[in-house]
């Protein structure tokens, strides 16, 4: 359990590493501190708001990611 709030730095830094490592086809900051992400060239852009719902949304990506590595998939 977090005992401390998301920050942007650390959105930043999980939506960075998933980016490079191909798990998301697209990602934009924007200045008012939003998030734009795709997973796949064929999902809508998904707009994340704020830290902690956009780490919410990290972390089911991630889960997504264990479940299809578990199951032989990368």
Do not use: C, F
């Not at 704020?50 to 991630?62: K, R």
């Amino acid at each position: 359990m977090r005992t401390t709030p998301a920050t942007s730095a650390e959105v930043d830094a999980w939506l960075t590493v998933l980016h490079r490592r191909g798990h998301l086809k697209a990602v934009q900051e924007h200045p008012d501190g939003t998030w734009t992400v795709q997973e796949r060239s064929t999902d809508e852009p998904w707009t994340l708001h704020h830290p902690v719902l956009a780490m919410d949304w990290i972390t089911q990506v991630v889960r997504r990611i264990r479940v299809g590595e578990r199951n032989g998939r990368r």
